[in-house]
C-alpha cells in the first residue's frame, strides 16, 4: 500500500521564477492538505483540497495556488518565488473530515537563490 | 486566527528521565493531535484526542487533553534514544494548525 509520494525531493529556483510540486495521496485518501515548513518551524498549513476544489486556505499569497484532480492527486504552484519561500513542502492526505490523521509525504525541498 | 503555541522550544535530557512538552490554542478545539518529526524526517502521526479532559496511552507515553480543550501535553516516561526528534502538536477547527514543535535531544 503505497503512501504519500512527493515530486521531485529537491528543487532549486531563482528568485521570480514559478515551480510546480506534485503529490500522490496514499490510496484511499480523497483529501489533499499542503505545509510550507521553514527550518526549525512548525508546519504552516497552505491549503486543502477536496473534491477538486480548496476547501480551506491558510494566510498565504495569491501566489501560492493549487488544484486537485479527479484521482485525488494534488499539484502545488508558487508563482514569483522569493528568497522567503524556500522551505519543506509538506504533501498530506487523509480521508477528509477533521478528526482525519494526516499522512504526510516525505517533503519537497525548495531552495530559492 | 487560530493560533496554537508549544513550550517549551528544546529540551535536553539524560536517557531514563521524564519528558513533558505543553501545547496551548488561543482557541477551542475540536481535536488535537500530536506528531513526532525525526530528524530529516517528515511528521508522523501519534495521537488523536477529541474529548474533554481525555487521557490515552501510548506505552511510555502519556497524552492529556484539557477539560476546556484548548490544551494538551504529551509526557514520555524513561526517556530513550529512540525519542530523539521534534514533537508537534495540531489543534483542529477544520484544518489541523500546528505548534512550532519541542524538540527533544536525548544524551546516552
Known amino acids: 500500500d503505497a503512501g504519500v509520494t512527493q515530486s521531485p525531493t529537491h528543487l532549486i529556483k531563482t528568485r521570480g521564477q514559478q515551480v510546480t510540486l506534485r503529490c500522490s495521496p496514499k490510496s484511499g485518501h480523497d483529501t489533499v492538505s499542503w505545509y510550507q515548513q521553514a527550518l526549525g518551524q512548525g508546519p504552516q498549513f497552505i491549503f486543502q483540497y477536496y473534491e477538486e476544489e480548496e476547501r480551506q486556505r491558510g494566510n498565504f499569497p495569491d501566489r501560492f495556488s493549487g488544484h486537485q484532480f479527479p484521482n485525488y492527486s494534488s499539484e502545488l504552484n508558487v508563482n514569483a518565488l522569493l528568497l522567503g519561500d524556500s522551505a519543506l513542502y509538506l504533501c498530506a492526505s487523509s480521508l477528509g473530515g477533521e478528526y482525519s490523521p494526516l499522512h504526510f509525504g516525505n517533503g519537497t525541498r525548495l531552495t530559492v537563490t | 486566527g487560530q493560533q496554537v503555541m508549544q513550550i517549551p522550544q528544546y529540551q535536553h535530557v539524560q536517557e531514563g528521565e521524564d519528558f513533558t512538552t505543553y501545547c496551548n490554542s488561543s482557541t477551542t478545539l475540536s481535536n488535537i493531535q500530536w506528531y513526532k518529526q525525526r530528524p530529516g524526517g517528515h511528521p508522523v502521526f501519534l495521537i488523536q484526542?477529541?474529548?474533554?479532559?481525555e487521557v490515552k496511552k501510548q506505552k511510555r507515553l502519556t497524552f492529556q487533553f484539557g477539560e476546556a480543550k484548548k490544551n494538551s501535553s504529551l509526557h514520555i516516561t524513561a526517556t530513550q534514544t529512540t525519542d530523539v526528534g521534534t514533537y508537534f502538536c495540531?489543534?483542529?477547527?477544520?484544518?489541523?494548525?500546528f505548534g512550532k514543535g519541542t524538540k527533544l535531544s536525548v544524551k546516552p
Open positions: 484526542l477529541v474529548k474533554s479532559g
Open positions: 495540531g489543534g483542529s477547527q477544520g484544518n489541523l494548525i
